[in-house]
């Protein structure tokens, strides 16, 4: 890990040995599981969007690497209370971020900025946007089950 900010590793080492908002969430009206096969990391999301499209409250729960884990935990405390349209917004931005792609904009994500530093290490890109595809799967509940070796990042 020496090779990421000392801000990044401090964030990653929190969320990794408390992981918020873990665990089942029931009344949840949005499922998705997400694996990253490379990796081995799994995740799997619960959402629950009220009667105006509000993220009410989001669980995660999973076992993988310490980015995959913090960047679910950390993804879920930035979701509440936001619309799905924002949340979609905050994917994009997420995923254009760490796939480094120039121009990429990163308004919209606060604290999850830290993670802009895993687009030098590729193989650790699918580890920090594996929470963020499972949550668009949930948003649209397409498949029930994604991985990351699906498709691009
Ligand atoms: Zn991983």
């Not at 665990?23 to 629950?48: E, F, R, S, V």
Request: aromatic share 6%; glycine share 10%.
């Amino acid at each position: 890990m020496s090779e990421f900010s000392d801000l990044y590793q401090d964030l990653i080492l929190d969320h990794q040995k408390n992981p918020r908002n873990f665990g089942d969430l029931p009344g949840a009206n949005h499922h998705a599981d997400g694996y990253n096969p490379l990796c081995g990391d799994k995740i799997t999301l619960g959402l629950k969007l009220n009667g105006e499209g509000v993220i009410e409250d989001v669980k995660f729960k999973g076992s993988g690497c310490a980015i995959s884990k913090a960047s679910a935990s950390m993804m879920t405390m930035a979701l509440k209370g936001k619309k799905a349209a924002e949340a979609e917004k905050m994917f994009t931005q997420f995923h254009d971020m760490v796939m480094g792609k120039e121009g990429a904009k990163t308004s919209d994500l606060g604290k999850l900025k830290v993670f802009a530093g895993v687009r030098d290490y590729p193989a650790r890109v699918k580890c920090a946007s594996l929470a963020w595809h499972t949550l668009e799967a949930a948003l649209h509940d397409e498949k029930k089950v994604i991985s990351t070796e699906d498709g691009e990042g």
